[in-house]
Structure formats: structure tokens, C-alpha cells
């Protein structure tokens, strides 16, 4: 199992920005399409952006614009820089594949105030 650490959330006003941290151990890293998924109290968890191992990238339509996800295979590290950030993006922050996940981390909390 992949050991996979998120970090980089915190308390933002409406309109702040956030950077967050994934960190996988295991170069298996390397190959594998990357998500970020996040998880709102009452609701199920979603996939909100994902990246190819060769940098491609989707997003929900509710953070395009607003949300970038990139990697750093070197260091077998993924980000998501988050701008604008609004109220409805609140939640527990989650990386994992987007197939056959590994076990979830902890997750990271981003809570955006109004």
C-alpha cells in the first residue's frame, strides 16, 4: 500500500488562496493518475481534479478557473493551488489514485469563511 499525506490546509477568508500537499511514498507515484478528492460534512466524498503521469489534468466544473493541480514526480509530491476560494469549498481534502485507491490518508481541512 501507497502511504499517501496531505498537508497545507487551513482557515481562509472568501477569495484566499490555499496550496496543499500530497506526499506518496513508493515510486509506483510515478505511474499513476492522481486525484484530489474532498469531502463536505453530510456529503459523499468527490473527485475534484486528477493529473496523468504525464501532466494532464481534469477538473470539476465548479473549480475550473480557480483550481490548479500539478506534480512533482521527482519528489513524488502533488499539489493543488486553490484561488478564489468560496464557502461551498469547504471540506476535508483527499489525495489517492483515481483508480484502485490506495489507502486514504488523514486529509487536510480547508475551511473558507464568508
Known amino acids: 500500500q501507497v502511504q499517501l499525506v496531505e498537508s497545507g490546509g487551513g482557515l481562509v477568508q472568501a477569495g484566499g488562496s490555499l496550496r496543499l500537499s500530497c506526499a506518496a511514498s513508493?515510486?509506483?507515484?510515478?505511474?499513476?493518475?492522481m486525484g484530489w478528492y474532498r469531502q463536505a460534512p453530510g456529503k459523499q466524498r468527490e473527485l475534484v481534479a486528477h493529473?496523468?503521469?504525464?501532466?494532464?489534468?481534469f477538473y470539476i466544473d465548479s473549480v475550473k478557473g480557480r483550481f490548479t493541480i500539478s506534480r512533482d514526480n521527482t519528489k513524488n509530491t502533488m499539489y493543488l493551488q486553490m484561488n478564489s476560494l468560496k464557502p461551498e469549498d469547504t471540506a476535508v481534502y483527499y489525495c489517492?489514485?483515481?483508480?484502485?485507491?490506495?489507502?486514504w490518508g488523514q486529509g487536510t481541512q480547508v475551511t473558507v469563511s464568508s
Open positions: 489517492n489514485f483515481v483508480m484502485n485507491w490506495s489507502t
Open positions: 513508493g515510486s509506483i507515484f510515478r505511474i499513476k493518475t
Open positions: 493529473i496523468t503521469s504525464a501532466g494532464s489534468t
